[in-house]
């Protein structure tokens, strides 16, 4: 009889790997932190948020996972097949979340940290972090891949020495980086012991990334989803020229930059559908200085050195990163990708950007000053007070940081001559844009109060004014 109950148990493990089943794994934490962050001993949560959480009731905590996880294959646009198992992994997880329960939305999400940059750089928490925390998200953090890892170790080999996701240096490649993701999900949506959203219960969980994230995640959502069918939606920032299968059990949305667009999404193109969505932002980079802000300090706070500090100065164009708000496109996905689960009601589509090619070569058509055409234009691009482009030039990672380089005074006075129109003009787009769903109303509300605010269509009364101030100082004895 024992013999009979012990196959059954070896067929039952057999069948959960064959099916791509997800197990639980073993958490331990929260990771105490002890030490103020930018402390030399570095006892504390690599990249802990500078952000004041405690203001807005939010709490961050830090945790290990650890298992064994699955190899997989994952071919193209299609189902993958799972390699081996057992492989042991240990890796890090860190979760921001409401202190108090009635502050959560119901909304997890759970973010593939980039590595791009040999550490883990948490973009769409950067990029999207307010909206998160004032809208009542939880925000996980995943420490996926093996760049990630080794930084961490190298931050403090005391708090982080024991984490590997290579199975001791036998699996390369970040072949184990799929099932490691999954099995975070699983300990949210599934706690064991340890329940690393202290009680709080989703209703979705959502996977988001961003660049090299997003494209390791359309992975994930063609070939290791249908399998392990954990996640109830993926946002893909900038998915580095993806396609996505057709066939999908979950909503799957891609958002791109100009700049994607510009060097190969174009060509990447797929037409919406019931699951999946595509929009593209005119005047944008493929990361700007709204996330530029949030992460270069702590960059030089928990590294000690920033690329794009150190490259700046070489670029073409010196004022990096676009000010168009990639957030508030990001802050409206995230509230209709909630929507589109639970009423299975596709969000709005969006008119791609304008773009013609010229044998290999994508062409983005532009206007008068310069902007690109199509896509979603907010106001920062429809009336626009600078020119935002996509794409810079200069050495490194110099051209996916675009460049912002304001207009002069005679352009501005020439485009709205009188403060009235530029706020009506502002107005008129905004309002449009929040119709279409591109928006939310407290960032529509927030972009007229700053053009009803701004000196644009007064320069010449102002500057006019100055000029009799200085002329009464120079004339005064």
Known sequence: MRKLAYSVLILFALAAVASGAVPNPVVTGPVASPGIPGAAAHNYTFFATNHDLAVHGYIEEEFFIEGTANQYNTPAQTTGTIIDGNHPYKTRVVVRRPADAKRFNGTVLVEWDNVTNNFDAENMWFFAWEHMISDGYIWVGVSAQNAGITALKKFSNDRYGTLDVTHGGTVMGDRLSFDIFSQAGQAIKNPGSVDMLGGLKPRHTFAIGESQSASRLSTYVNSVNPLAKLYDGFILLSSLNQKIRTALNVPVWKISTEFDVNTGEANARQPDSDMFRSWEIAGTSHVDHHLRQSREPLELRDIGTSSEAAFAPTWGVPTVGTR???????????????????????????????????????????????????????????????????????PGSCARWGYYKPFDIATLNRLYPTHAGYVSAVEKVTNENLRAGFILKADAERTIQEARDSAIGRLDSLDSQRGRALSVFDRAP
Request: a positive charge; zero cysteines; hydrophobic letters at 40%.
């Open 324 to 394: 168009v708000p990639v957030q508030y496109i990001l802050a409206s996905a995230l509230e209709l990708l909630a929507k589109w689960v639970e009423k299975k009601t596709p969000p709005p589509a969006a008119p791609p950007l304008t773009t013609t090619a010229n044998g290999n070569q994508i062409v983005m058509s532009r206007d008068a000053n310069g902007l690109a055409l199509g896509g979603i234009r907010l106001s920062d691009v429809a009336v626009p007070t600078a020119l935002n482009n996509g794409t810079n030039t200069g």
